[in-house]
């Protein structure tokens, strides 16, 4: 079982800029694939960034394309993502995901793969 615990939501001004981190704890020590989702209010949730085990593909949906970036200390056990130019479309919850070890090609449409969540942690952006 791996626990994701994020960190770092809050509120910005459209415009401005955040960073979420993840960490990881249990096992496996150093999950294969991770993620960012979010949800807003009344949407679905959706795969925002994915990165694999090592970082070496990272995969953006187009909305966060140029804006965001995900990254990840596997000795630490993070995962990070770094938001900047915020929008108000980017307020939403933020999810942490992670994979089991088998999986080696991130995701970021689908969260079929992604067996391990976090609680969340809210984004707001205002105008």
């Known amino acids: 079982q791996v626990q994701l615990v994020e960190r770092g939501g809050d509120s910005a001004q459209a415009g401005g800029s955040l960073r979420l981190s993840c960490v990881a704890s249990?096992?496996?020590?150093?999950?294969?694939?991770m993620a960012w989702f979010r949800q807003a209010p009344g949407k679905e949730r959706e795969g925002v960034a994915a990165i694999s085990r090592y970082g070496g593909i990272t995969l953006y949906a187009d909305s966060v394309k140029g804006r965001f970036t995900i990254s990840r200390d596997n000795t630490k056990k993070t995962l990070s993502l770094a938001m900047s130019s915020l929008k108000p479309e980017d307020t939403a919850m933020y999810f942490c995901?992670?994979?089991?070890?088998?999986?080696?090609?991130?995701?970021?449409?689908?969260?079929?793969?992604?067996?391990?969540w976090g609680q969340g942690t809210q984004v707001t952006v205002s105008t």
């Open positions: 995901a992670a994979t089991g070890s088998e999986t080696t090609y991130p995701d970021v449409q689908s969260e079929a793969q992604y067996k391990y």
């Open positions: 249990g096992s496996p020590a150093t999950p294969a694939v």
